[in-house]
C-alpha cells in the first residue's frame, strides 16, 4: 500500500480520534482554564447526560430511525420524579416510577412507528411536542425543588475522583457494546437497518426490533433526565430542550450511518467527547451562544455530509465490483 493509500486508511479509521486531538490542543492553548482537573471533570460531568442517550440513539439509528424526543422525555422525566419525591414517595422508588414511564414513552413511539406506519421523524417530532407539553403542564411552568437532599449523590457524588454520572454512562456503553456485538437482538439491530425486507424474510420481527430500540431510547432518557435532575437539584420543565441535536450529532460523528446498519457504538463515545470539548471550549472562550448554535448546527451538516459520501463511495465501489 502506498504512502497516501495508509494516510486514508489511517484517517478513515481514526480521522475523529484526531478531531478530537486536535480540539484539545487548540482549546488548550487558547484558553489556560481548558486543562485544569476542574474544568476536564465539568466536561466529563456535562457530556454524561448526552452519552447516557447517545446509546439510546446509536440502536434507533442502525435501525434507520431517528428520535427526536430524547430532549422532551429528560424534561419531563426529571419533574416527574421531583413531584414523586415531594409527594412522599422514597426516591428510589420515585426514580423507578419515571424510569418505567420513559420507557413507556419511547414504546409509544414505536407503536406510532410500527402499528400506525407514521415516519419516525413525524411521530418523535409530534411526541416530543406533546411531552414538553406535559413537563409544562405537570410544573405549571414553574421548577420544581425542595425533594431529598439526598438524591444529589446520583448527580454529584463521586466515587473515589470520578464523578458519579461518568460511571453512570460508562456502564451503559458498556452494557450498550455488550447487547450490540455479543447477543442476538444486536445482530438483528444491524440487519434491520441494512435491509429492512431481508430480515423480515430471515423470520425477524422487525416491529419487535424497533419497539425494543424505541423502548430503550426512552428508558435511557428517562435515566439521564434523573441524572440531570440530581446535578441541578431542580425539575425543570424546560430541562433537555436542544439536546436532542447534540446528541443525533455526536451520534453521526462517532460513525453511526443516519441510513442504518452500519456503525460500531466504540466510537460514540469519542462523538460525546467532541460535543463536550467543542461546547465547553466556546464557552471559555466567551463565544456568544448564538455563534454556538451556529456551529454545533454546522458541525451537524458536516457530520451528515461526510455519513452521505461515504455511502456513496460505497455503493459506487460496490457496483464496480
Known amino acids: 500500500m502506498t504512502n497516501a493509500g495508509q494516510l486514508k486508511n489511517v484517517a478513515s479509521k481514526y480521522g475523529i480520534l484526531i478531531v478530537l486531538i486536535v480540539l484539545i490542543i487548540f482549546f488548550s492553548i487558547a484558553s489556560p482554564a481548558f486543562l485544569t482537573s476542574d474544568n476536564l471533570f465539568n466536561i466529563l460531568r456535562q457530556v454524561a447526560i448526552v452519552g447516557i442517550v447517545a446509546v439510546g440513539m446509536t440502536m ?26 415531594l409527594s412522599g414517595v422514597h426516591p428510589v422508588w420515585a426514580s423507578l416510577i419515571t424510569l418505567a414511564a420513559c420507557a413507556l414513552l419511547g414504546a409509544i413511539n414505536g407503536f406510532f412507528i410500527n402499528t400506525v406506519k407514521i415516519p419516525a421523524l413525524i411521530t418523535t417530532l409530534g411526541t416530543m411536542t406533546a411531552i414538553r407539553g406535559v413537563a409544562y403542564l405537570l410544573t405549571g411552568g414553574l421548577p420544581v425543588f425542595g425533594f431529598s437532599s439526598s438524591f444529589k449523590m446520583m448527580g454529584q457524588g463521586y466515587l473515589w475522583i470520578i464523578p458519579i454520572p461518568v460511571l453512570i454512562m460508562i456502564a451503559v ?48 432518557s428517562g435515566l439521564a433526565g434523573l441524572v440531570l435532575l440530581s446535578r441541578v437539584n431542580s425539575g425543570q420543565p424546560k430541562a433537555g ?19 442504518g ?21 466556546m464557552i471559555l472562550l466567551n463565544i456568544n451562544e448564538y455563534v454556538q448554535w451556529v456551529v454545533k448546527g454546522l458541525v451537524l451538516l458536516f457530520a451528515v455530509g461526510f455519513d452521505r459520501f461515504i455511502t456513496r463511495r460505497k455503493t459506487i465501489s460496490a457496483a464496480a465490483a
Do not use: H, P, W
Open 241 to 259: 430542550t436542544s439536546y436532542e441535536m447534540d446528541i443525533i450529532t455526536a451520534v453521526v460523528l462517532g460513525g453511526v450511518s443516519i441510513f
Open 60 to 85: 434507533v439509528l442502525l435501525t434507520g430511525g431517528i428520535d427526536l424526543s430524547v430532549g422532551a422525555i429528560i424534561g419531563v422525566a426529571g419533574v416527574m420524579a421531583a413531584q414523586l419525591m
Open 173 to 220: 456503553f458498556i452494557v450498550g457494546y455488550i447487547f450490540l456485538n455479543k447477543t442476538v437482538y444486536g445482530r438483528y439491530i444491524y440487519g434491520v437497518g441494512g435491509n429492512e425486507e431481508a430480515s423480515r424474510l430471515s423470520g425477524v420481527s422487525v416491529q419487535k426490533v424497533k419497539a425494543l430500540v424505541y423502548t430503550a431510547c426512552g428508558f435511557l
Open 261 to 281: 446498519g452500519e456503525g460500531k457504538i466504540n466510537f460514540v463515545i469519542i462523538g460525546v467527547l467532541i460535543m463536550g470539548v467543542l461546547s465547553n471550549g
